[in-house]
């Protein structure tokens, strides 16, 4: 008996979702709904650029969300596809504006209500400009080794853009990664990147040409003996106290280059100093060896016998016998 009455209830029920849903097929009620994140189209955009302008964030995806009206079997096969969604920026000039909104669909449904009614757009003046190009290395070489002869073919290229942009870029990078720098010296075609002050990069611009040549090659380094001759005379009674120079300088270049050099040699002109100082040293490197990046030049600091100063200074005071 129990069986029975849960069996019933079951029937009865089905029988209502039935009944309901052939009344709502055929008296189609009118319903509202809402579609969200529907795309906006922006249009006459080459005409701005016809005019020198452009959008400032010409990339950036618009969506409105929608409230929509209609008869019940319009609405549930309403899709995107259907729904047009337009903002046209063409009689705009430069500076902040606000684009209205238009959308357009299916006869059958009406649109009561648009999120957002309109959009606040950017539009800025078209400029070039011309910025350095700088070749950076990405990623680590291996220990005792650096990357020489590491250059562009190109030192600018030219930036074009938004002006808002195009005055972010402190400089285009022509990016190589270490992993491709050998020891055979190579010409890679990379990439340009406009990038920021801090090294990040500024979408929205042109880069003309887009690509670059970089030549490399992979250096080996070693810390050699350094062995400095002074030679000239300092002025007429200046006595030097000590000159300070490297015990050893680092330098580089390929294996067998760096391999066969047992110490690097070097003069140090003290000719007319009077006072303390810094002079740069002069090396001499043997043929395919050069100082590493860390170690562009080597200076000697020049202490003067401020004590031997003196007693010239009192020696000339005291009258002679």
Avoid: C
Avoid at 6 to 21: C, D, E, Q
Avoid at 57 to 68: F, I, K, M, S
Avoid at 91 to 109: F, K, L, P, Q
């Amino acid at each position: 008996m129990f069986r029975n009455k849960n069996v019933t209830k079951v029937i009865s029920l089905l029988i209502a979702v039935v009944l309901w849903g052939y009344v709502v097929w055929n008296t189609n009620p009118v319903i509202t709904d809402t579609i969200k994140d529907i795309p906006v189209q922006l249009l006459s955009v080459s005409t701005l650029e016809e005019r020198g302008l452009t959008l400032l964030d010409a990339q950036t995806e618009y969506t409105v969300d929608l409230r929509v009206q209609g008869k019940k079997k319009d609405v549930g096969n309403l899709k995107t596809a259907d729904i047009f969604v337009t903002a046209d920026v063409g009689g705009y000039g430069a500076g902040e504006v606000t684009v209205a909104v238009n959308v357009s669909t299916r006869d059958n449904i009406s649109v009561i209500a648009v999120n957002p009614s309109t959009l606040v757009l950017t539009i800025d003046t078209i400029v070039e400009n011309e910025k350095e190009v700088r070749v950076m290395l990405e990623g680590e070489l291996p220990a005792g080794t650096e990357a020489g002869n590491l250059f562009s073919a190109l030192d600018t290229a030219e930036v074009t853009g938004a002006k808002t942009q195009v005055d972010r870029v402190a400089y285009v990078k022509a990016g190589i990664a270490a992993a491709d720098v050998s020891e055979e010296e190579t010409v890679h075609e990379v990439t340009l990147v406009p990038v920021d002050m801090y090294g990040e990069e500024v979408s929205g611009v042109r880069i003309s040409p887009s690509t670059a040549e970089v030549t490399s090659i992979l250096y080996y380094t070693r810390s050699i003996p350094l062995a400095i001759e002074v030679t000239g005379e300092p002025a007429e009674g200046v006595q030097i106290s000590h000159i300070s120079v490297p015990d050893e300088i680092l330098i580089r270049g390929t294996k067998a280059a760096v391999s066969g050099v047992a110490e690097i040699k070097g003069t140090v002109d003290i000719t007319g100093v009077s006072e303390n100082s810094t002079v740069k040293a002069q090396i001499m490197l043997p043929n395919g060896v050069l100082l590493s990046r860390g170690q562009s030049e080597i200076e000697a600091t020049i202490v003067i016998d401020e004590t031997a100063e003196d007693n010239v200074a009192q020696d000339e005071e005291t009258p002679a016998e």
